[in-house]
């Protein structure tokens, strides 16, 4: 099969710039570039003036419940989601059951990424045998060619010698950490958002800023001793990103992501819905601000999701009650385009975003392709993967998740006006989303 995709504006190192595509054989080929292009040639042809094409998002930050949680996501709803979010390529967390510390624990999620997956789907391992952030390191070396990565994401690896030893192991094996850094001494029972001025208003038990640096801290300094390549999940806090900047600068293999509901808000905006519930949970305007500036000169290297779906029950207990976790895959590049590219959060009268098109694009698109070795096209270039997305960057609309192709439901976008719609989402060259279609399987 073959497909003509007529006037889009492609993202190409040099910015974007009108060209006429042919998909053919999982490959983007430009049409100047091919001899005998006739009707006879293609089997479908679209218009795209007025649209943009793009690489398929990645999001290295993904919870997809499958196996152990099917009635909270699966890979096939979690997936379709995906797609319906312009993603062609996800990264798994490893919240299982069994927890995928071993290759025959690992093996039913293979099999369901294999059997259901409309995206790419790359699984992570456990570090720790249990994912509990502690005990017996896992099956590293067994696991490594069938995992992107390691992490206890949900649970921050407590033991410094632990962590040195699963650091090692990694470089060995030439993969990455991926952690989710939280000091449990640091915590009080019954945490459940930031500890700051709206939990003293609300008389919310808080969940600190230290609990979060003070393991980024440790962790850089074990990264530069071992000299693995260690990625910061989900950052929140002002001194996360001053630590990671400064490992950077010494030369420490370290990145970092941090994800929309964290540039967009803050503790002030929270509302007594456990809608508003995740860890780490939205901090200070001063920790925004931080964040804010993170991107802008580097020091965060991706935009994620960290996509939690839990069944409406979990989420309907409130702030105190309710399970962490919010979904996003079907809304982060709307989101984010109306909030940060068109607007600046911190100052939005002003008229002006707080960062660029482009420099989006290379958050939830480049640069999580360069940092994991994604397969997959980083800009729109002859001979590329077809892995694409088409969007419509004038269409506003209004977020409604009972439309959402996910299981779950919990969102603070509920509501909201965005900007930039998924007109298509193409996957080794077939197309696995159409706005007027939906999913196609």
Same mark, same amino acid.
């Given at each position: 099969?073959?497909?003509?995709?007529?006037? @889009?504006?492609?993202?190409?190192?040099?910015?974007?710039?009108?060209? %006429?595509?042919?998909?053919?054989?999982?490959? /983007?080929?430009?049409?100047?570039?091919? %001899?005998?292009?006739?009707? !006879?040639?293609?089997?479908?042809?679209?218009?795209?003036?007025?649209?943009?094409?793009?690489?398929?998002?990645?999001?290295?930050?993904?919870?997809?419940?499958? =196996?152990?949680? *099917?009635?909270?996501?699966?890979?096939?709803?979690?997936?379709? @989601?995906?797609?319906?979010?312009?993603?062609?390529?996800?990264?798994?967390?490893?919240?299982?059951?069994?927890?995928?510390?071993?290759?025959?624990?690992?093996? =039913?999620?293979?099999?369901?990424?294999?059997?259901?997956?409309?995206?790419?789907?790359?699984?992570?391992?456990?570090?720790?045998?249990?994912?509990?952030?502690?005990?017996?390191?896992?099956?590293?070396?067994?696991? @490594?060619?069938?995992?992107?990565?390691?992490?206890?994401?949900?649970?921050? $690896?407590?033991?410094?010698?632990? $962590?040195?030893?699963? $650091?090692?192991?990694?470089?060995?094996?030439?993969?990455?950490?991926?952690?989710?850094?939280?000091?449990?001494?640091?915590?009080?029972?019954?945490?459940?958002?930031? !500890?700051?001025?709206?939990?003293?208003?609300?008389?919310?038990?808080?969940?600190?800023?230290?609990?979060?640096?003070?393991?980024?801290?440790?962790? /850089?300094?074990?990264?530069?001793?071992?000299?693995?390549?260690?990625?910061?999940?989900?950052?929140?806090?002002?001194?996360?990103?001053?630590?990671?900047?400064?490992?950077?600068?010494?030369?420490?293999?370290?990145?970092?992501?941090?994800?929309?509901?964290?540039?967009?808000?803050?503790?002030?905006?929270?509302?007594?819905?456990? *809608?508003?519930? $995740?860890?780490? =949970?939205?901090?200070?305007?001063?920790?925004?601000?931080?964040?804010?500036?993170?991107?802008?000169?580097?020091?965060?290297?991706?935009?994620?999701?960290?996509?939690?779906?839990?069944?409406?029950?979990?989420?309907?207990?409130?702030? !105190?009650?309710?399970?962490?976790?919010?979904?996003?895959?079907?809304?982060?590049?709307?989101?984010?385009?109306?909030?940060?590219?068109?607007? %600046?959060?911190?100052?939005?009268?002003?008229?002006?975003?707080?960062?660029?098109?482009?420099?989006?694009?290379?958050?939830?698109?480049?640069? =999580?392709?360069?940092?994991?070795?994604?397969?997959?096209?980083?800009?729109?270039?002859?001979?590329?993967?077809?892995?694409?997305?088409?969007?419509?960057?004038?269409?506003?609309?209004?977020? !409604?998740?009972?439309?959402?192709?996910?299981?779950?439901? *919990?969102?603070?976008?509920?509501?909201?006006?965005?900007?930039?719609?998924?007109?298509?989402?193409?996957?080794?060259?077939?197309? /696995?989303?159409?706005?007027?279609?939906?999913?196609?399987?």
């Amino acid at each position: 099969m073959s497909t003509l995709l007529k006037n @889009a504006s492609i993202f190409t190192k040099q910015g974007f710039r009108k060209q %006429d595509v042919l998909i053919s054989d999982h490959r /983007v080929l430009f049409t100047d570039s091919i %001899d005998n292009l006739t009707a !006879d040639t293609i089997d479908t042809v679209y218009d795209l003036n007025g649209l943009f094409m793009i690489p398929g998002f990645v999001d290295v930050h993904v919870h997809l419940r499958e =196996p152990g949680f *099917s009635y909270k996501e699966t890979i096939r709803t979690g997936t379709d @989601a995906a797609a319906h979010g312009g993603y062609t390529a996800v990264c798994a967390m490893p919240n299982l059951k069994p927890a995928p510390s071993s290759l025959a624990n690992l093996q =039913p999620e293979l099999e369901a990424i294999r059997k259901d997956a409309l995206v790419h789907v790359y699984p992570y391992g456990t570090i720790t045998e249990q994912q509990t952030g502690r005990g017996a390191l896992g099956k590293m070396e067994e696991i @490594a060619p069938y995992v992107i990565a390691y992490s206890d994401d949900g649970k921050g $690896m407590q033991d410094e010698a632990s $962590m040195r030893e699963a $650091m090692q192991r990694a470089k060995r094996l030439d993969r990455m950490i991926v952690a989710h850094c939280e000091d449990e001494r640091e915590l009080v029972l019954g945490g459940c958002i930031h !500890d700051g001025e709206y939990a003293r208003l609300h008389h919310h038990i808080g969940i600190n800023s230290a609990s979060e640096w003070k393991q980024v801290e440790r962790d /850089v300094r074990l990264a530069a001793e071992t000299g693995v390549r260690y990625h910061v999940c989900h950052i929140s806090t002002k001194e996360s990103v001053d630590i990671i900047r400064e490992a950077k600068k010494d030369g420490t293999h370290v990145t970092g992501e941090t994800g929309p509901h964290y540039l967009m808000f803050t503790d002030m905006d929270l509302q007594e819905s456990g *809608s508003w519930k $995740m860890n780490p =949970p939205i901090r200070s305007a001063e920790d925004r601000h931080a964040l804010l500036e993170g991107i802008k000169d580097g020091t965060i290297d991706c935009i994620i999701t960290d996509h939690a779906p839990h069944s409406a029950e979990e989420k309907s207990r409130g702030l !105190d009650q309710a399970s962490f976790g919010i979904v996003g895959l079907e809304t982060c590049f709307p989101a984010l385009y109306r909030n940060l590219v068109l607007r %600046d959060p911190e100052h939005p009268a002003s008229g002006k975003g707080a960062i660029t098109l482009e420099k989006l694009i290379e958050l939830m698109c480049v640069n =999580p392709r360069q940092i994991f070795g994604i397969a997959g096209p980083q800009y729109i270039e002859d001979g590329v993967e077809a892995d694409l997305t088409i969007l419509d960057l004038d269409k506003v609309w209004t977020v !409604d998740s009972t439309k959402f192709y996910s299981q779950g439901h *919990s969102t603070l976008y509920d509501g909201m006006e965005v900007q930039g719609e998924v007109v298509k989402t193409f996957v080794g060259g077939r197309e /696995v989303y159409d706005r007027e279609k939906g999913i196609e399987r």
